[in-house]
């Protein structure tokens, strides 16, 4: 018979704003109407119903045992649950609900089912049972109120009258409804402070995205993402994986920043980030770091789609960023930069030691290994508008780019020579007017590139291609 909140001044303290720990400790334990406040409040009203009852003759004088039994149990019940064992009970209010509707229903058997004072009892006990614990508790109070009020009835039977004297009636009423009105005045606190709590919780989580989306500029969004939806625990930890690995930087920048104000220079750098950047991450990359006029990406972590489509990936970034850089150079020509600005970029595919590295107190999500050296080294070599790529990237992207044979090189760290290829273009963009020609099938194998080959050796090639057509004719028609 009891149960609502605490008083709103408890939700906010003096500023009006809330930390998260302090919202949370008040969203778990905004208490209802103090139990022990409630049974006092409902128990006192069921005693004024009784005396009204026997000075009016309505009770039998013996009823006036349970005054003093009404008056004595709110605090006995508050008692046994603080002091005793009962305190660590689960759902100790509504066990404690249910036994006062086997109370009541005992106590209306004893009054005979006398209508109005019956009445308001159930009636203070079935919104104290759905304050405290919903229609489930509604609906357990409603079956022990029914079983305890049968069982008294039959054992003492029934009044003559339902009827009650009118001042007796109108205690009875009067009694409900004060319980009720404080305890829907305790609930309509509780409203409004948990409106008030969901406001200041709206409030900072509103706050912390914008936060949040501020602090991802100083992260990949891949980075970013994992963490922010908890798939990624931000500790010291790392792992190998076998990643595409990108290095680009700009072939004249040192010349350039001589001729050019810092200011306009910045400019001009910060634009091009922003440009590769967004090729970068349409690609599915995941930005490194900018030193100098440097960028490195990586594919395959914290997302991968298979070692082939990562390098795939990567290496069709290189070729998009290298187109794009004819738009920007026609931008920058009509603000007066006539330095002709190229990439050069170098792509190594293979083992790194991917993860967090620094301090417990400052992070760098980044890569390590001896193919993000190579990466590097190819980078360095390439020319103006050049894409270097190793042979393990070129072994899986062959297939759907075009790539050229430039050697071998040897990088520190590698006990042989690293055998190295330019990115020409993709396959389906190559035209018939292109220079080269690539046919490998079981048994045949052919590179061609027509525009490495001098007037005496393309005599030698042609002998050798009708050699082999002849064979094959000759096979042919044996069949």
């Not at 969901?198 to 912390?208: G, M, P």
């Not at 990624?232 to 076998?242: G, H």
């Not at 001896?370 to 980078?379: I, T």
């Not at 040897?410 to 055998?419: H, L, N, Q």
Request: glycine content about 8%.
């Amino acid at each position: 018979m009891m149960s609502t909140p605490a008083d709103l001044r408890s939700v906010t303290s003096n500023t009006g704003k809330l930390s998260p720990g302090e919202i949370h400790d008040h969203i778990v334990a905004i208490p209802p109407m103090p139990d022990y406040n409630g049974r006092i409040l409902a128990y006192t009203a069921t005693a004024a119903i009784i005396v009204t009852g026997v000075l009016q003759g309505t009770f039998p004088q013996e009823l006036l045992w349970i005054v003093a039994g009404a008056l004595i149990w709110p605090h006995l019940a508050h008692l046994l649950t603080r002091r005793t064992f009962l305190r660590r009970s689960y759902r100790i209010r509504q066990k404690m609900l249910l036994f006062d509707c086997l109370i009541g229903g005992a106590f209306i058997g004893l009054i005979g089912l006398v209508a109005i004072p019956s009445v308001s009892v159930i009636l203070m006990l079935m919104f104290s049972c759905l304050i405290v614990g919903g229609i489930r508790q509604w609906l357990f109070g409603t079956a022990l109120l029914s079983a305890s009020l049968a069982a008294s009835a039959a054992t003492l039977g029934v009044a003559d009258s339902p009827q009650t004297p009118l001042l007796t009636s109108i205690i009875a009423v009067a009694a409900t409804g004060t319980y009720i009105c404080v305890t829907a005045y305790y609930s309509h606190q509780q409203a409004r402070a948990l409106l008030l709590a969901k406001t200041q919780i709206q409030n900072q989580r509103e706050q912390s995205i914008a936060l949040s989306h501020k602090l991802s500029k100083y992260l990949s969004p891949q980075v970013w993402q994992s963490i922010f939806t908890g798939e990624r625990d931000v500790r010291l930890e790392t792992q190998r994986k076998k990643l595409a690995v990108f290095f680009s930087d700009i072939k004249g920048f040192t010349e350039l920043s001589e001729e050019m104000e810092p200011e306009a220079l910045t400019e001009l750098l910060n634009h091009y980030f922003n440009e590769m950047s967004q090729v970068a991450l349409r690609y599915g990359g995941t930005i490194d770091k900018f030193v100098g006029d440097s960028i490195m990406v990586f594919f395959g972590d914290p997302t991968s789609r298979g070692q082939r489509e990562d390098a795939f990936a990567c290496v069709s970034m290189a070729i998009d960023m290298r187109k794009h850089m004819k738009i920007m150079r026609q931008k920058w020509r009509s603000q007066g930069i006539k330095t002709p600005l190229e990439i050069r970029m170098g792509i190594s595919t293979g083992y790194t030691t991917v993860g967090n590295f620094g301090a417990e107190n400052r992070m760098d999500y980044t890569i390590i290994g001896k193919e993000v050296n190579l990466a590097s080294r190819l980078e360095s070599l390439a020319e103006a508008g050049e894409i270097l790529v190793s042979y393990e990237t070129f072994s899986l992207i062959k297939d759907r780019i075009m790539c050229r044979d430039k050697g071998e090189i040897t990088v520190k760290g590698f006990g042989k020579p690293v055998a190295i290829y330019e990115v020409v273009d993709f396959r389906r963009d190559m035209g018939p007017n292109r220079s080269f020609l690539e046919h490998e099938h079981s048994g045949f194998a052919m590179y061609l590139d027509s525009d490495k080959i001098t007037e005496r050796e393309r005599k030698t090639v042609l002998a050798a291609l009708e050699d082999a057509a002849d064979r094959l004719r000759q096979e042919e028609d044996a069949e």
